[in-house]
């Protein structure tokens, strides 16, 4: 059963900095392709980033420059820095095992909370 945990999230600042975390299992983690997706008080699910399985990336424009994603094979594990948040950044951001298509219907965890105000 593939299994997909988010953490880390909490409240900050604008102009702070989060990392969050997904642990997964249930699946070969270091073949897949994974997502971050967030969604937004009202608003529809939002894809975010994507790390390969030889770790080329790609940002939505909203985040390009100031959120990075990474993975550790060893630890199962899919990682999403965020600095320099900013307000409109407030969402439920989720891991999902998908790549630039199929993420809204994609396994997910339950998603962390990030909450950017001062």
């Known amino acids: 059963e593939v299994q997909l945990v988010e953490s880390g999230g909490g409240l900050v600042q604008p102009g702070g900095s989060l990392r969050l975390s997904c642990a997964t299992s249930?699946?070969?983690?270091?073949?897949?392709?994974l997502s971050w997706v967030r969604q937004a008080p009202g608003k529809a699910l939002e894809w975010v980033a994507y790390i390969d399985d030889i770790g080329t990336t790609i940002y939505a424009d909203s985040v390009k420059g100031r959120f990075t994603v990474s993975r550790d094979n060893a630890k199962n594990t899919l990682y999403l820095q965020l600095n320099s948040l900013k307000t409109e950044d407030t969402a439920m951001y989720y891991c999902t095992l998908a790549g630039l298509q199929g993420w809204s219907t994609a396994p997910r965890g339950q998603g962390t909370q990030v909450t950017v105000s001062s």
């Open positions: 249930g699946f070969v983690f270091s073949v897949n392709t």
